[in-house]
Each structure stands twice: as structure tokens, then as C-alpha cells.
């Protein structure tokens, strides 16, 4: 009985390295565009994404460049379709590279491990995609890879904002107050109600609030940087606030597509006629 059972053990440990082996062999025909060695990857995890209902908030600041390249490693289950829209996700970058796990494989080691099966760790598997950008045209190259020996290095970048720039989540923009007046001013007067709203219904303070003069007829932006909210409350301020600076949202039937938010950056002007400064919600 005892020989039995090592005997159908063996056979169990057999088929498992013969499995691994044929996945070590998953190897697309290589693109001349993977490189074998990537610095500054920016790791995507799950603590810094928010979701509500399709939205995602990527909380990292990126100075982006339309010139130069860059790589992201996607950790968080993000569906990657998310990230070929070319008004969400940092808009301004027109190629890039992303990578992500094969979340399939860990759901089956998850699900085995669950069973009490007889697993053996899989080799590393990761979809890596080349996506440019150019307007409406997104063109986009895959490649898929199953073994561990042939996964590029990668060293990873300490996301900050750099100094001298202003980071928010934010931003709206205020025509002339005449020649011809801007209609959007009308929401001016909403702007703290709508503040003292969502300060009592998050338990938050909103801080941080910057105004910037951009015209001579009261041309002007302003900035939410939102410094003391978690990145599930900067979603949220997110969304509430869109629906907020709609004219006469109440009127109009209207439906946003599920889209990825990432913080901005501006330079921070403290001097001159376009310095910026802080706008005082008072109790």
C-alpha cells in the first residue's frame, strides 16, 4: 500500500516538472523591441490604485515627457485595455512599456494550494506590451514570456514629484469675466458648497487649493492638490467633482467611460503675475 502511494507521488512530481518544463518553453519569437535590462521601472502596486466602479486612480506622480520612453510594471489588477486610452493614462507620454503578471497562472496555484494539491512553483510569466500613441492612433505590440531565465532585469525608480513642481489631482479653468464672459464662471459660487459637502460627508479637511492669475479679464486656474486625503478619497474628490463642474448637470443625460486617473504636474510659480496661491476655505 505504502509503495502505492510514493509510486503515485512520483508520477504526480513527474507530471508537474514535465508541466513546467513545457511552460519554460513559452517563449514568443522575440520583438527587437525588449531590451534584457530596464532601469527606472515604475512599480504599479496595489497600494498606491484606487477603484470605484471601473475608475482608477494610479497615485504617482510622473514628470511625463512626450520624447522619452517608459516602463511600468503593473502588480494591480488593472485590466490592461485601461491603459491604451490616450486621455488617462499620463496623456502626454506617446510610448511606453508595460508589464504584467499572468494573473491566470497565480490563480491556479492559489486554487491548488486551496485543494491540498501537490504544486511545484511556476516559472515567472509576464505579457509585456509596447504601446505608442499618437492622438486617436494607438498602435500596440505584445509579447508573452514563461520562464524565468528569459524575463528582462529590471531596477526600479523611487517615485516623487521633483522639486519646484506642483502636484495635483485637479485643475479647472476660468475664462475672461467678459469679451465674451466664460459661462463656466457660474460655477464659481459652487466650488465651496460643494467643498464643505464633501469635507462632511468623507470626515476630511480640504487643503491645499491653489489659484493661478492666467488673463487680464480674470482668466485664472485652480489647482486641488488634496495632500492629506488617502488615494481612495482623491478618487473620490475625483469623480464628485466632475459631475459638479458640468453646466446644468441635473439637465443632461450623460455617461463617462471608465477611465485611469494619474496625478499632474505643473511648475510652481510663487513669483509674478502667474504666482499661485492658496484659496482659503474658511468654516
Known amino acids: ?14 507530471l508537474q516538472l514535465s508541466s513546467i518544463a513545457s511552460s519554460e518553453a513559452q517563449v514568443t519569437p522575440k520583438q527587437k523591441w525588449l531590451q534584457e ?6 512599480m504599479i502596486s496595489d497600494d498606491r490604485v484606487a477603484q470605484s466602479e471601473g475608475d482608477y486612480l494610479i497615485d504617482l506622480p510622473i514628470r511625463e515627457k512626450a520624447d522619452s520612453n517608459y516602463v511600468f510594471f503593473v502588480s494591480a489588477k488593472i485590466p490592461v485595455e485601461m491603459f491604451t486610452k490616450q486621455e488617462s493614462f499620463y496623456p502626454a507620454i506617446k ?5 504584467i503578471p499572468d494573473w491566470k497562472i497565480d490563480q491556479k496555484v492559489a486554487k491548488d494550494d486551496k485543494k491540498g494539491a501537490v504544486t511545484l512553483k511556476p516559472a515567472t510569466a509576464n505579457w509585456y506590451y509596447l504601446i505608442r500613441r499618437n492622438g486617436s492612433s494607438i498602435q ?3 509579447l508573452y514570456i514563461a ?8 531596477a526600479y525608480a523611487a517615485v516623487k514629484a521633483p522639486e519646484g513642481m506642483l502636484k495635483f489631482y485637479r485643475s479647472e479653468y476660468y475664462g475672461s469675466v467678459c469679451c465674451p464672459r466664460d459661462p463656466m464662471r457660474d460655477l464659481l459660487k459652487e466650488d465651496v458648497p460643494f467643498i464643505r459637502d464633501f469635507e462632511n460627508k468623507n470626515n476630511v479637511t480640504i487643503i491645499g487649493t491653489y489659484r493661478q492669475p492666467l488673463g487680464k479679464e480674470g482668466e485664472h486656474a485652480v489647482y486641488y492638490t488634496l495632500p492629506n ?3 481612495k ?7 464628485d467633482k466632475r459631475w459638479q463642474w458640468i453646466l446644468n448637470a441635473k439637465l443632461k443625460d450623460l455617461n463617462f467611460k471608465p477611465q485611469i486617473f494619474t496625478p499632474r504636474l505643473v511648475p510652481f510659480i510663487k513669483t ?7 484659496i482659503p476655505y474658511e468654516k
Open 1 to 14: 500500500m505504502i509503495k502505492s502511494v510514493l509510486l503515485v507521488w512520483v508520477i504526480c512530481v513527474l
Open 37 to 42: 535590462r530596464y532601469d527606472q521601472v515604475v
Open 95 to 99: 510610448e511606453f512599456i508595460l508589464i
Open 140 to 142: 500596440t505590440d505584445s
Open 147 to 154: 520562464a524565468d531565465n528569459k524575463q528582462p532585469q529590471l
Open 229 to 231: 486625503l488617502t488615494t
Open 233 to 239: 478619497q482623491r478618487l473620490a474628490f475625483i469623480l
Open 272 to 278: 509674478g503675475f502667474t504666482a499661485m496661491t492658496i
